[in-house]
């Protein structure tokens, strides 16, 4: 007797009645997907959506069904046609890996499996801890130091933060809270810290104005006198400095702190020493650069970033703590729904013990097949490619009367201008301002800017297996078209 007659609701599920129809879908997926990479330098970097596009997310939610191959056409034409770009070779913004193949993969195989990666006695755990393991290999951390595999480096710098936090509080901080600690508790960290840092801060109780911003010299990197003054005068003044934050690439300029000096002075003054290393820790996998970050592996936590530079699809970030017994002890709750059994599922190591998050993806998977396809040495190379790229397009701005250099070039980040005589500095801002949203809105690069010293700038930061130096060629040779264009419309107006 079937469900009706017998008078039972029938019973759905989300599985396609014939698996034959989406398979030769999921196949055209793929290949749709092999030619989005192989064909990306013919398309713009980015491009203003249609407003007929931006009218179409705003359609009301879907209350009936419609056949995947419709759904998926819908993506095909207003969403993927329309990226911010990062996968293109000319993108140069903010920081951010370029992204793989193999990596893409691995996302569409982590989803397919399913697994929450939240802890049990399975294979996607034996991956997340795999890459975790990785990880402090690449930065030098010892094999008892411990990690977790969080969104990006944002969550991991926070991570570390917490667990100095915790270590330094000097109270049971996680049952009494920070308004029970005798003494507040001092970070410190260059005027170039990442923002991330000042939302941990927010975020721990501990506030903003604990996050003390220590002066930089002329290379960008905190000054160590001015930051033995200041832990001197907060402890005078009844603090309990906790944290010193050195940072192994600031987003600005790509500045990497003396983490060697800082490493002896948290020691001398008994300091947490946490590294952001989120555009930098790599570095240390690199044959002609790992000396920029020596010293990283004496660190008490580091925060690493995937999908920077192993350009793993976003989102994958990595906090390594050395003391693991520290890093548990700040995040384990253990109620009983989350009890370990002899055998079986359960016989495992809860992996939310180590972080904020209950579930969490099997985001190693990626990560792991990238490294697995190409190996380490090869990541290493493409770093001292960009690093190489970054030192070219520096001697190109050099070169060219038109252009200045507005930051000294560490790694791979180059800030500079177009200058045109007796502008002012409000005028310099506009200008440069205007090439480089038309060199968006044009789709040949997509850079972005900031203000380095005093002086505002272009900012290009290459984190891209995919460019070339003709890529940078191109690059000077628009941003001089425009800049010459922008100053002639400008008169004749
Ligand atoms: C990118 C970056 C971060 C933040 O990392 P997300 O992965 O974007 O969360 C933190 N610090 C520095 C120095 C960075 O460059």
């Given at each position: 007797?079937?469900d009706?007659?017998a ?9 396609p009645?014939?698996?034959?129809d989406v398979?030769a879908l999921?196949h ?7 030619s989005?990479?192989?064909d990306?330098?013919d398309?713009?970097v980015?491009r203003?959506m249609?407003?007929?596009?931006k009218?179409f ?8 069904p419609?056949?995947l191959a419709d759904v ?11 990226p ?6 000319r ?6 890996g370029a992204?793989n193949f193999?990596?893409?993969?691995g996302?569409f195989l ?6 929450n990666?939240?802890?049990?006695n ?7 801890q795999?890459?975790v ?10 094999a008892?130091?411990?990690?977790t ?6 969550m ?6 917490n667990?100095a936090r915790?270590v330094?509080a ?9 308004a029970?600690?005798?003494?507040p ?7 170039q ?8 801060m927010?975020?721990?109780?501990l506030?903003?104005r604990?996050l003390?911003?220590?002066p ?12 033995r ?8 003044a009844?603090f ?9 690439g600031?987003?600005?300029t ?5 983490l060697?000096a800082?490493a002896?002075?948290?020691?001398d003054?008994?300091?947490?020493f946490h590294?952001d290393?989120?555009i ?9 650069n790992a000396?920029r ?7 008490d936590?580091v ?18 703590i050395?003391?693991?017994a520290?890093?548990?002890n700040?995040?384990?709750v253990t109620p009983?729904?989350?009890e370990m059994?002899p055998r ?7 992996l939310?013990?180590y972080?904020?998050q209950?579930s969490r993806?099997f ?5 792991w ?6 190996g380490?040495?090869?990541f290493?190379?493409l ?5 190489e790229q970054?030192h070219?397009?520096?001697a ?6 038109l252009?200045?250099?507005v930051a000294p070039?560490?790694?791979s980040?180059?800030?500079f201008r177009?200058r045109?005589?007796?502008?002012s ?5 506009a200008?440069?301002?205007e090439i480089?949203l038309?060199?968006?809105e044009?789709?040949?690069a997509?850079l972005?800017?900031?203000?380095v010293?005093g ?7 290459i984190?891209?297996?995919?460019t070339?130096?003709s890529d ?5 040779q ?7 264009k ?7 107006s």
């Open positions: 007797m079937d009706i007659a008078g039972r609701p029938t019973e759905e599920t989300l599985d009645k014939d698996w034959s398979e999921a055209k997926i793929v290949d749709d997907g092999v989005y990479l192989r990306v330098r398309r713009p980015w203003e249609p407003a007929d596009v009218a997310f705003r359609s009301s939610l879907p209350r009936s419609a056949p998926y056409r819908e993506v095909a034409e207003n969403v993927m046609p329309y911010m770009g990062n996968v293109h070779p993108f140069w913004a903010w920081y951010m992204s193999a990596g893409a993969l996302d982590a989803a397919v499996q399913g697994s990666v939240g802890g049990g399975h294979a996607a755990t034996m991956v997340d795999q890459v393991n990785w990880c402090k290999e690449m930065v030098g951390f010892p008892s130091a411990s990690g595999l969080v969104a990006g480096g944002s991991a710098n926070i991570i570390g933060l667990v915790n330094k000097g109270i049971d901080v996680r049952e009494h809270g920070v029970a600690m005798e003494k508790l001092r970070y410190y960290g260059s005027d810290i990442h923002s991330c840092h000042r939302k941990g927010e975020a721990l109780g506030g903003n604990a003390r911003r220590i930089t010299d002329t290379a960008l990197r905190i000054d160590l006198t001015a930051l003054a200041a832990i001197a005068e907060d402890r005078a009844g309990q400095p906790a944290c010193v934050i050195g940072t192994a600031t987003v600005n790509g500045a990497i702190d003396d060697q800082l002896s002075l948290a020691e003054e008994n300091l947490w590294v290393g989120c930098g820790a790599l570095i240390a996998i690199t044959r002609s000396y970050v020596a010293g990283i592996e004496r660190a936590s925060a690493l970033d995937p999908h920077k530079w192993l350009h793993s699809p976003i989102e994958a970030g990595c906090a390594l050395r003391d693991a520290a890093h548990r700040t995040f384990a009983e729904y989350l059994t079986g599922l359960a016989s495992a190591n809860w939310s013990d972080s904020l209950t993806g985001r190693a998977l990626k990560v097949m990238a490294l697995k396809e190409h380490i040495e090869k290493g190379r770093i001292d490619q960009n690093i970054a070219y397009l520096s190109l701005v050099e070169a060219e009367p252009l200045e250099l070039t560490n790694i980040i180059v800030c177009y045109a005589d007796g502008m500095a409000g005028d310099l801002k200008l440069n301002t480089m038309r060199l968006q044009e789709g040949t997509v972005s800017d900031t203000t010293n002086a505002h700038c272009l900012r290009v930061a984190d891209n297996h995919r070339r130096r940078l060629d191109l690059l000077i628009e941003t001089i078209r425009l800049g010459d922008i100053v002639k419309e400008s008169k004749a």
